[in-house]
């Protein structure tokens, strides 16, 4: 493979992992500081997603598996995971505030496990 094979298809993913990044680092700051969300609940519910997508996994690569359209198997996920990671960050930031706490930590908790399924599967 030449050089700039290599740095074309290393580039490809470099904004999908800006917003990862920026998501990480930022999203505990501004649940806690701004909607007033606790940080215990909040990193628990992250490592929880975690685990939770270990088990997606195994469901979207038989999905994946199954599908058969005439642009392949896995451009079509990877299509509209573009529009479900953004959809999914907008919402992760938009959390309603006249809802319950447990209410808001199901919001969180929800968009964010479908914020990292799309990233993920979008690749």
Same mark, same amino acid.
């Given at each position: 493979?030449?050089?700039?094979?290599? /740095?074309?298809?290393?580039?490809?993913?470099?904004?999908?992992?800006? /917003?990862?990044?920026?998501?990480?680092?930022?999203?505990?700051?501004?649940?806690? #500081? *701004?909607?007033?969300?606790?940080?215990? /609940?909040? +990193?628990?519910?992250?490592?929880?997603?975690?685990?939770?997508?270990?088990?997606?996994?195994?469901?979207? +690569?038989?999905?994946? #598996?199954? *599908?058969? *359209?005439?642009?392949?198997?896995?451009?079509?996920?990877?299509?509209?995971?573009?529009?479900?990671?953004?959809?999914?960050?907008?919402?992760?930031?938009?959390?309603?505030?006249?809802?319950?706490?447990?209410?808001?930590? *199901?919001?969180?908790?929800?968009?964010?496990?479908?914020?990292?399924?799309?990233?993920?599967?979008?690749?």
């Amino acid at each position: 493979m030449k050089w700039y094979n290599k /740095i074309g298809y290393g580039s490809g993913d470099i904004a999908g992992n800006v /917003i990862y990044a920026l998501l990480s680092a930022f999203v505990m700051i501004f649940l806690t #500081d *701004t909607v007033g969300m606790n940080a215990g /609940i909040i +990193g628990s519910l992250i490592a929880a997603s975690k685990l939770l997508d270990g088990v997606s996994d195994i469901f979207f +690569g038989v999905l994946i #598996d199954k *599908t058969s *359209t005439k642009m392949g198997k896995a451009r079509p996920w990877m299509f509209y995971g573009y529009f479900g990671c953004a959809i999914c960050l907008v919402a992760i930031f938009c959390i309603p505030a006249n809802i319950s706490a447990f209410a808001q930590y *199901t919001w969180f908790f929800c968009c964010l496990h479908c914020f990292e399924c799309r990233l993920l599967y979008r690749k």
